[in-house]
């Protein structure tokens, strides 16, 4: 299909854009690979019928970043996903924009440089902390420059800054969600779109300000917050242990709205810090620049923090580890580079790796919470305490003729039934607590369809509801439906069945989750769409009770995959490893650990990160030290 593109000089050229070239879709667009005056471009396409800010486009075109790319080596590397040519049809209207193509296969996402699971395919020179200082430069640069210009990134978070593997320069994307100056027009500004959860600056909580009226202050938050993370391995500055048991706040961004920051200079006495984090190994002087960020509304400017990495790179306030041999200069050594004065990082997590691997879990699994909890949309996850046992002949031997003997015997039996069928019932014989429980339902739970069941729980004409609910949330987990009491008839293999199928005996009402799952990544796509974000939260959701429906039977499923998945999981290198999962339609999951039996708002602010991909989800472990009693599902991203 061909389309205009029309450039800083309101030149025209036609250009023709390929359907299979897609490479990504969001709530509002598509975006496609295209190739135009023989360079390679992304072009963001509107869907039919979303409003397109046509004059911000507009404004973005006319007002490009000077240093729009960069030039290393004789190679231009893309430094803003800015708006370069506005698209417009057959008609003369906008429908979107030509961006520069940023490689994907060629970047980092940033938060590789700290993710414990995502930091694994590093080398040691890009994981020792030289590096990493610098790439806070490169940022702070980047958002400098922005801010000069009175542009604010506003969704300022991880996954929309991107590194080059090749010279680890960073690279900025969304840029048409930001807010955009327009001196001398009218509006005199274009109000950004959208703000992300965990990098959300206190004020915009506790005021309920909305993303159009953020700026400057927002961004030196967010900033902050992710500079504070890129040097203390993905820790959040609001990520602590709560010591006050009259808090209650179970987001980042609602314990940073109430001042629970733990690592500051000054101990605070509402929040300890968690035990993995090593801001005390950082400079005075970087903390100091954290207090300011995270405990006043003065914050630290991109300038600010220019100025002092600067400092640390060029006053040489970086040295390596006495243990290493400095004669041998090996690459490997870069990550026992530290503070001059501090403990060396390289050496604490080495001997924190070593303690993980040595210590046991020891976990209780309550998976049937109250029936009448509306918030339980999650549960324990079950850890495994111990490596398999070695293959054991003999026992193996046992097993198997016992096995073979209870063949034997049960064709025996089925033999004398065939021989003997008058002694046989021709109806199963009900208990009097089974005929008690039928009759407060009005149904037959034995034989009744899944089907009937569920539309018996939420029918308001039954004689007992909670006695009834009670029994048909036992006889749902007697066929392997292991879903919460309020939430397995929300399960879309249930709903699915047919009313005509009728139900002869126990073991064919056994209903196979499996054919569910391709249900599960359309509510994925619908919840992200409604909200326009991948990473859903139950706050997110919490909205809409409908939303909030779909949320808690996406959340019931991940927990049924993980803990089916926990029978066989298994520690590696400090993480922990689940295989044999079917979550296609998520790729990461984020739970918190509560002090509570059951999965409340209540969180102990700690959190354990699991990358979902091809049927494998690795975790960040749980400190295991904290007197938890549920782990739970905080979000998940598409």
Known sequence: MKYSAVDQNNQIEKF??????????GATALVYKVNYKNQTWAAKLFKDGQKINSAKIKAMLEHQPDDLSINLDGQDFIQYAWVKYVIKNGVGKVIGFLMPYVDHDETYSLDTFYDPVLSKRLTPFESALTLRIQLAINLCELIHNLHNNQNYFVDIKPQNIKVYKKNHKVVLLDCDGYSINNANGSPNRFEADLISTDYIAPEVTRDNLKPSSLGLQQDLYGLAVILFQLLNRGTHPFQGITTDKNISASTNDERASLGLYAYGL???GKVKPRSQSIHNLFLDGTRTLFDKSFETESRTTAEEWISHFNEILNNKKLELCDKVDRSKK????????????KECIGCKLGLEKTLINKKKRIYNVKSNPSPNSANNTSSHIPIPTKKPEEFDFAKFFY????????IVLLAKCSEDSKNNSSSVSSSIQVSPATEENNESCNIDLKYSTPKQLCDTQWSKTKKNHYKCTLSITIELGNRGLYAFPEEKCGLKTIDALPTSVEVKTPKAAVVDQSASLETYRDKVNKLASIYGVNTITRDVARN???????????VNEIVIQFKEASKTAEFKDGLIIYKQMNLPFVSKVVW??????????KSLGIKESCLVKDGTA???????NLNYKSICVESFTK
Do not use: P, V, W
């Open 16 to 25: 023709e854009l390929l359907k299979d070239e897609k490479i990504g879709e």
């Open 266 to 268: 000054k101990e605070n």
């Open 330 to 341: 090996l690459e490997k050594d870069l990550i026992h580079m530290k503070f001059s004065g």
């Open 399 to 406: 097993y198997a003729i016992g096995i073979i003997l209870i």
């Open 544 to 554: 809409s009770q409908e939303n909030f429906s779909l949320y808690r039977q996406i």
């Open 592 to 601: 918190y650990a509560s002090d509570l039996d059951t999965c409340t708002d």
């Open 618 to 624: 690795t975790c960040q472990s749980i400190e295991l």
